[in-house]
């Protein structure tokens, strides 16, 4: 397990504070939200500067504004947050960001029920808020956030979302996401810190690329690029099994990158899981329906594809896995990892 304390792949807890902590203000009319909001300085939409975020914040004046760059600064900040009441969190970062707010958010007692969440696409893939955030840029997102949080204009909903809790069988700290990934999905994110990100290639490009070399080598049975990584898996209390993948992963996310949806499973429950194994046979041909989550007579359990919706599963894997975007390494002192339903959290969308 890597360190929880280092920086988000995207952030010195710095926070910019437009209430008084002492005298908070009434909430403006029309939502009589309290609304806090963490930005992460690092993360890829942030990185050219927070000065326009803070100026529309500052503008408003209802707003408790936190920089973040590391899992225990976002843990101060939420619990900033539940101290003054905080009814919505705005996430201002990227998917690692987020995935160390839920973390939080799950581990903090608030005073009344847990805030919904707004998310504003300012990471380097913002794959999650792309899912169940806000349109369109940073700055268009939080503009129409505040006009409607402030000005009453616009329409709101709440898009209400099961979390991905990942916990370790002989103890260790839960943690929370949307996304987790082993095999080549780790691989591939481990490619785009060093080999594209580098070149300045960013954004769902990125994960274009790199997912087209991952099939291409896949289908050259290039093990160097996509190794297989053996695993033992167990779903839905079964005994576990072993067998080799060349990618596995397991979500909550209704859509990915690009809009993708690798996961066909028709089972009624909340986590979709999909591998690929390393003896899966027409990898090519199986490409489309793959990553349109459609079924196939090329994409069958029997030719190496598997894909069902799950209440849980338990894991044994050597080497690292991704869990939105954060790379950790698996202690086999910890036992299985046991990926479960961690609970509901609501997303607002305008």
């Known amino acids: 397990m890597s360190d929880r ?12 504070t437009h209430w008084s902590a002492d005298h908070p203000p009434r909430p403006a009319d029309p939502t009589g939200l309290r609304i806090g909001v963490i930005s992460n300085p690092l993360s890829g939409g942030n990185r050219k500067g927070l000065q326009p975020v803070e100026r529309a914040l500052a ?8 920089q973040a760059v590391n899992p225990e600064e976002v843990k101060a900040a939420i619990r900033a947050f539940a101290c003054h009441g905080v009814d919505l969190v705005v996430v201002n970062g990227g998917d690692g960001t987020i995935h160390a707010v839920l973390t939080e958010l799950f581990a903090t007692e ?16 913002s794959m999650i808020a792309r899912d169940v955030g806000l349109s369109g840029s940073r700055l268009q997102g939080l503009s129409r956030l505040l006009d409607w949080a402030y000005a009453g204009r616009g329409a709101a909903s709440l898009v209400k979302r099961p979390v991905l809790r990942l916990e370790w069988e002989k103890g260790g700290e839960s943690m929370y996401g949307m996304f987790f990934g082993a095999g080549g999905i780790y691989e591939g994110i481990q490619f785009c810190l060093t080999r594209v990100h580098t070149k300045g290639l960013g954004g769902q490009l990125a994960a274009g690329l790199t997912l087209l070399r991952f099939f291409l080598a896949a289908a050259r049975r290039d093990r160097r690029t996509v190794p297989p990584a053996p695993i033992r898996v167990g779903l839905e209390g079964m005994s576990m099994q072993e067998m080799e993948v060349l990618a596995l992963l397991v979500t909550t996310l209704e859509r990915l990158f690009l809009g993708i949806r690798p996961y066909w499973g028709d089972e009624e429950g ?9 003896d899966a ?3 090519l041909r199986a ?21 069902h919706n799950l209440r849980d599963l338990r894991l044994c894997i050597q080497g ?11 202690d086999p002192r910890l036992g299985a990892l046991r990926l479960s339903k961690g609970g509901e959290v609501e997303f607002l969308k305008l």
Not at 8 to 15: D, L, S, T, V
Not at 294 to 305: E, K, L, N, V
């Open 5 to 16: 304390t280092g920086p988000i792949h995207e952030g010195n807890f710095a926070p910019i």
């Open 59 to 66: 503008a408003c004046g209802h707003t408790l504004h936190c």
């Open 110 to 125: 608030w005073p009344n029920q847990v805030p919904f969440l707004a998310l504003l696409r300012a990471g380097t893939a």
């Open 270 to 278: 909340p986590l979709h899981f999909t591998a690929i194994r390393s």
């Open 281 to 283: 046979s027409h990898l």
């Open 287 to 307: 490409a489309t329906s793959v990553i349109r989550g459609r079924r196939s007579r090329w994409a069958t359990p029997r030719q190496g594809y598997l894909s």
């Open 320 to 330: 690292g896995f991704t869990l939105d975007g954060q790379l950790y390494q698996s």
